[in-house]
């Protein structure tokens, strides 16, 4: 088809179809660039694709393996900036070009043609607004049309012919392309629905024949590599994802920002009492941000200063890793705080379990963890394991060939725990008084366990372990100044006591109007507040 | 037509002198001292004679030519790939085998140090059986039991997760190397035992209400009527070392005896000590003895480095279904785990480690063997390493036995082979081949609990699944 018609003007059976796609790309791009791009990022880690042919044949064990191959491969880009959004609409372009031509071989309405055509797109772009759908199974639709079309010619001759075009292809779709075979098979019935029809019917029956091949329930094998339904963007998951790529790829000054500006957050805010009830996705993702938020503000030194910029705050220090209902974010990130604090052992086994709770049990990102974790334990052999993992990846590849004289490691070692017992609980307390035994100079594991006992108001303990770790390396904070201040008063210290502990001023003062009235909310900002007026709970 | 023929001719063509002219040849070839550096580590191993190609992959190399026998292969890049045929055809005209590896790195030739492969008539069973599960950090996902052809590549799923609803699965485990009787696990809702009786899959429900837990470690009986097994009280805690992971002991085990004709529990005081703790159950051959590990219970888990288990045996009448009452400790040395008796009755292959009772996580666990007839252990100095290595079972012949080693990198278990000629002498064992010598490398895997099968097993994971749909059979305690 010509853009011109004849006589110089426009053919409006190609402009049409022109201007819907550009409509949608520019649509597509701008949005999944712009508003939801750390779906991508989430993406590309959860998927491990290897440039080996060892990891290529594994995908001939399971239909669509072209589609996988497709797919898996251009997903590994994602993890570069606009490389997703691009990835997608051009893979979306391509999809709208095939249903259009595919739809338009079978000679129907134009107009239908292209309502449909948009429609398959729309519906697919909806479906990669889910986290867990595969860019494959774009691709395994796309291989569907595309067989079509390349076998569209010979559906057209006699019947002989066209059986030839419909079987073969049909067996061919479904191996190389999985699903896609029901497109295929809709457009051909649609083209020579006496051939086709049969062919199906047989096809549908000898299915289940195929668990065993390839250990796939039947309705698997209809739908692999996987169908969804339509989906709504779920900004909420964004910003969890955005905060957490951030926080993956160090930029920490990012994390306080997104955290500063969120309204989820915000609403949590100690300003005297929440201003609204969060939804149920909104207090998922709110334990998820205030995790990732204290995470980098421990590790910049300044957990004590927004302990109680949140009510209620989430440290991650009271969740188990295993027997309890934790959002699968933070299930996914909770490697994040124990490697923070030096707990490699349990780092480690937080990022194996990370990685065995995505597709196919492989995860990039924790991947990588794994070999961090080996390296700072100082253990070759595993790490060269997972690094030798890495370097057959396009993303990850310079950072496995770099990462075995990067020095951050051999300094992080000087953290670890060297406690040479066992824990058969997720008791946080005791992990990081052993990294502090290991280590006094541990200062995120200090700040972690006082600020926890400081949140479940344990003010015996909290002084107990500041006399132990901040008594040769003072660690005058405010928040520890006013829950000092709370101890000591209860315990009616003497005087020298105060003078002992309170070194901070303005402390003193503030103590002073705070004793002199009611909890009011210009003291939202002191433990005192938070000891006098919130409940316990949320933690 | 003419046309298409000589287009396709003229590709053919080009195609070969593409593949030839890619497949470098050695020429002026440096002699070295040095030995190639290659993976799996098969240098001066011992092979059965039906073992499958020991592809192998020499690390750092543009390519690669490998003399074995009258053999050649050359690849471009590392990869050394035998041919199934003129493999077998090598390893049944042959007894000793040299290798000679000469190798292509920054444009020189070097031939390496020669090394040998040492065939040995007695073959090994046929089929290996494995659970594939990420390294045991608590929670699994995704886990498949599968059986390979370890004379060929071919591996069959006989429990997958697409097909179970991600259920956990355990250990596959045959009866006297035999793949008509087997049995493994299906745990989580509606799970059970699976037991394979000539091809037929029963579900049984083996936990009677008076047991501390379900079934977890078991063996058959030789006539396959009884399995004898251990119910415990798993709990796993982290390490706080970094240089540890995890460690997992039991609070409570028990073993008992299971009539599967009859579908009754047989217990024994001995067996059932509140004040002891006893797992690892194993029949003799002979069916007369029962194997086991036994502790006393110590205050966990704070106690956890004291828990030694001892090996020991029980008298086991098979015709009267009757547990006996004198125990025998055979061996206190170190905490001992998993006895496997040969099928000959002549060796005890037991692993040891410093304490506890999962090896799996002990870097130091290494093999023992003791001679039953003599008492005299054998610590398998050639069969060891630096890392765990465990969860072992013998060939039919007494010959072979496989186990789990994670030698090459501490957290991957890999099925490991091992000779034992008839003095009793082990051999330097060698690691399962695979078609692509790098599987290995990009496999994130464990081999967990490997088993020996002397044929085919004869069912797959769509039985199974059928099977799982079945109503379990009761067991009655006696």
């Not at chain 1, 309405?109 to 429609?119: E, F, H, Q, T």
């Not at chain 2, 690390?59 to 590392?78: C, H, I, N, P, Q």
């Not at chain 2, 049984?204 to 009884?226: E, W």
């Not at chain 2, 009448?317 to 009755?345: K, N, Y």
Request: net charge neutral.
């Amino acid at each position: 088809m010509q853009l011109f018609g004849k006589c110089g003007s426009l053919n409006t059976k190609v402009l049409w179809p022109i201007l819907v796609i550009i409509g949608f790309d520019v649509i597509c791009f701008w949005f999944f660039q712009q508003q939801y791009p750390c779906h991508f990022y989430f993406k590309g880690q959860n998927q491990l694709f290897l440039m080996s042919w060892s990891y290529v044949g594994t995908l001939f064990s399971k239909p669509a393996w072209a589609a996988c191959l497709a797919g898996e491969f251009l997903t590994q880009f994602y993890d570069y900036a606009v490389a997703g959004a691009t990835i997608l609409t051009v893979s979306l372009t391509v999809l709208f070009l095939l249903a259009y031509q595919a739809l338009g071989s079978l000679r129907l309405n134009r107009w239908l043609v292209l309502i449909v055509a948009l429609a398959v797109i729309v519906r697919e772009a909806s479906c990669h607004l889910y986290y867990g759908y595969m860019l494959s199974s774009t691709y395994a639709m796309m291989g569907g049309l595309l067989m079509f079309l390349i076998l569209r010619r010979l559906m057209k001759c006699r019947w002989p012919w066209a059986l030839m075009a419909v079987l073969p292809g049909m067996l061919l779709c479904y191996w190389l392309f999985g699903y896609g075979v029901w497109p295929f098979l809709l457009l051909s019935a649609i083209a020579v629905w006496r051939v086709t029809v049969p062919v199906a019917v047989a096809f549908i029956c000898l299915l289940p024949l195929m668990r065993s091949y390839y250990n796939l329930t039947t309705a698997d094998l209809c739908r692999y590599p996987g169908v969804e339904s339509f989906h709504a963007p779920d900004f909420l998951k964004e910003t969890d994802l955005h905060m957490i790529h951030s926080y993956e790829t160090g930029d920490w000054d990012d994390v306080v920002k997104t955290a500063e500006a969120d309204p989820v957050l915000n609403t949590l805010k100690v300003g005297g009492s929440p201003q609204r009830r969060l939804s149920q996705d909104a207090q998922v993702s709110s334990t998820v941000r205030r995790f990732i938020y204290n995470l980098v503000q421990a590790q910049r030194g300044k957990l004590p200063d927004v302990l109680l910029a949140y009510y209620p705050n989430y440290l991650g220090t009271f969740t188990s890793m295993i027997g309890t209902n934790i959002p699968m974010l933070m299930f996914m990130n909770l490697h994040e705080f124990y490697y923070a604090i030096g707990d490699i052992a349990r780092a480690e086994r937080g990022a194996m379990m990370s990685c065995v709770s995505v597709p196919g049990n492989r995860n990039a990102y924790t991947i990588k963890r794994l070999s961090e974790c080996a390296l700072v334990r100082n253990d070759q052999k595993a790490a060269e394991k997972f690094l030798g993992l890495l370097r057959q990846t396009i993303p990850y590849r310079e950072w496995a060939e770099n990462a075995q004289n990067d020095e951050r490691y051999r300094q992080k070692a000087q953290f670890i725990n060297l406690q040479d017992t066992i824990s058969p609980s997720e008791d946080s307390y005791n992990i990081m008084m052993q990294l502090l035994r290991s280590n006094p100079e541990n200062e995120v594991a200090l700040d972690y366990m006082l600020c926890s006992q400081l949140l479940k108001k344990d003010l015996d303990n909290f002084k107990r372990d500041y006399d132990e770790f901040c008594t040769e390396r003072p660690r005058i904070r405010k928040l520890y100044q006013e829950a000092l201040c709370i101890w000591l008063m209860k315990n009616e210290a003497t005087e020298e006591e105060w003078q002992k502990y309170i070194k901070d001023v303005q402390v003193m003062s503030r103590l002073k109007e705070y004793m002199a009235g009611k909890p009011s909310p210009r003291f939202a900002d002191t433990y005192w507040f938070y000891f006098d007026v919130f409940n316990l709970g949320g933690n | 037509m003419m046309k298409i023929r000589y287009i396709f001719a003229c590709i053919a063509f080009a195609l070969l002198m593409l593949l030839t002219a890619c497949t470098p040849t050695p020429h002026d070839v440096k002699q070295s001292e040095q030995e190639a550096e290659i993976y799996p580590d098969y240098k001066d191993v011992t092979i059965p004679v039906n073992i499958a190609p020991m592809n192998f992959v020499v690390r750092g190399v543009d390519a690669v030519e490998v003399k074995a026998g009258d053999l050649t292969v050359r690849s471009r890049g590392g990869n050394v790939q035998f041919g199934v045929g003129e493999w077998r055809a090598l390893l049944e005209k042959n007894e000793t085998i040299e290798v000679e590896v000469t190798a292509l790195k920054d444009g020189q030739w070097t031939a390496y140090k020669r090394f040998h492969w040492y065939v040995v008539s007695d073959s090994i069973d046929s089929y290996l059986t494995y659970r594939l599960i990420e390294p045991g950090y608590s929670v699994w996902n995704r886990l498949q039991i599968k059986q390979r052809c370890v004379e060929n590549f071919n591996e069959h799923a006989l429990v997958d997760y697409n097909l179970q609803e991600n259920r956990c699965m355990n250990c596959h485990t045959p009866g006297s190397q035999n793949p008509q009787l087997s049995m493994l696990y299906v745990r989580g809702k509606g799970g059970g035992a699976i037991l394979n009786q000539n091809g037929r899959l029963r579900k049984l429900d083996i936990k009677t209400p008076d047991m501390v837990a379900t079934s977890t470690y078991f063996q058959f009986a030789p006539s396959g009527r009884y399995i004898v097994f251990s119910a415990n009280v798993v709990v796993p805690a982290v390490q706080a070392s970094a240089q540890k992971r995890l460690e997992v002991y039991d609070t409570e085990s028990d073993i008992y005896v299971a009539d599967l004709e009859q579908n009754r529990i047989i217990r024994s005081q001995q067996l059932s000590d509140p004040d002891q703790l006893e797992t690892f159950p194993a029949f003799s051959p002979d069916g007369k003895y029962i194997y086991y590990c036994t502790s006393p219970s110590v205050e966990l888990p704070q106690d956890y480095k004291s828990l030694k288990y001892v090996l020991a045996r029980i008298p086991f009448d098979e015709a009267a279904g009757t547990i006996g009452t004198q125990v025998d400790t055979l061996f206190t040395g170190r905490s001992v785990c998993h006895p496997r008796v040969s099928p000959d009755g002549e060796r005890i292959l037991f692993s040891v480690q410093d304490y506890g009772t999962f090896p799996i996580w002990h870097k130091e666990s290494d093999l023992w063997m003791m001679d039953l007839r003599t008492g005299m252990v054998d610590t398998l100095q050639v069969v060891n390493s630096d890392m765990s290595d465990t969860y072992h079972s013998w060939s039919s012949n007494s010959r072979w036995f496989v186990f789990a080693s994670k030698r090459d990198d501490g957290l991957y278990g890999k099925p490991y082979f091992c000779y034992v000629d008839r003095t009793g002498k082990a051999h330097k064992p060698f690691c399962l081949p695979q078609q692509d010598p790098t599987f290995y490398n990009d496999f994130l895997k464990s081999f967990n609990a490997p088993e020996l099968a002397k044929g085919k097993i004869p069912f797959d994971a769509v039985d199974v699944a059928n099977a799982m749909k079945l109503p379990a059979e009761p067991f009655k305690s006696e």
